[in-house]
Antibody
Framework: EVQLEQSGTEVKKPGESLKISCKAS????????IGWVRQMSGKGLEWMGI????????TYSPSFQDQVTISADKSLSTAYLQWSSLKASDSAMYYCVRRTFTAAAGIEYNWLDPWGQGTLVTVSS | DIQMTQSPSSMSASVGDRVTITCRAS??????LNWYQQKPGKAPEVLMY???NLPGGVPSRFSGSGSGTDYTLTISSLHPEDFATYYCQQSYSTPYTFGQGTKLEIK
């Protein structure tokens, strides 16, 4: 079974650093893009960025560029999302997702599945 | 970035009703449009990919249609477990943007 297991709830102070993780199992981690999605309390889903663990190619949403760093360790089948200096506005649920794809008749569709269970980050003084 | 606009933002319906949710993109998507269902306190789950393809395990009462910039998700007959929030997402190009969500509540 393909699964993404995320690290646990974090409570931090403004200015602190943080690195949360997403461990994959049940498939070849290096061959599928892994993305991160933010959901602030009571709000919608926001795309943050995505990494290809095979070669660590990474793209960020402009809204999150320079705000976070996405990385991956193939040897551990784990992707990471990190902040160097947290702000209260970073308080949210963060989900990792696998970019799953299928190809037929020359068309490759992709979608996000599975999703990790989410990591709740609270930043408060 | 491609902007995604869903309508309505919220709606109420009864068990057995037929419901349609619409998603409009700021540019043509070539059917690179996915739908997700999110229940309170849970991670989203994929409901539809490539505009009208059902992943295994998704009930056939869910269907998708559309082309170009306009897409719809239809639930033919609401079941109690369908009351949730639904999101569209374009997978045409990064950043993969989402619609703002449609909250489907019990009338």
């Amino acid at each position: 079974e393909v699964q993404l297991e995320q690290s646990g709830t974090e409570v931090k102070k403004p200015g602190e650093s943080l690195k949360i993780s997403c461990k994959a199992s049940g498939y070849n981690f290096a061959n599928y893009w892994i993305g991160w999605v933010r959901q602030m309390s009571g709000k919608g889903l926001e795309w943050m960025g995505i990494i290809y663990p095979g070669d660590s190619e990474t793209t960020y949403s402009p809204s999150f560029q320079d705000q976070v760093t996405i990385s991956a360790d193939k040897s551990l089948s784990t992707a990471y999302l990190q902040w160097s200096s947290l702000k209260a506005s970073d308080s949210a649920m963060y989900y990792c997702v696998r970019r799953t794809f299928t190809a037929a008749a020359g068309i490759e569709y992709n979608w996000l599945d599975p999703w990790g269970q989410g990591t709740l980050v609270t930043v408060s003084s | 970035d491609i902007q995604m606009t869903q309508s309505p933002s919220s709606m109420s319906a009864s068990v057995g009703d037929r419901v349609t949710i619409t998603c409009r993109a700021s540019q043509r998507l070539g059917n690179y449009l996915n739908w997700y269902q999110q229940k309170p306190g849970k991670a989203p789950e994929v409901l539809m990919y490539g505009a009208f393809n059902l992943p295994g395990g998704v009930p056939s009462r869910f269907s998708g249609s559309g082309s170009g910039t306009d897409y719809t998700l239809t639930i033919s007959s609401l079941h109690p477990e369908d009351f949730a929030t639904y999101y569209c997402q374009q997978s045409y190009s990064t950043p993969y943007t989402f619609g703002q969500g449609t909250k489907l509540e019990i009338k």
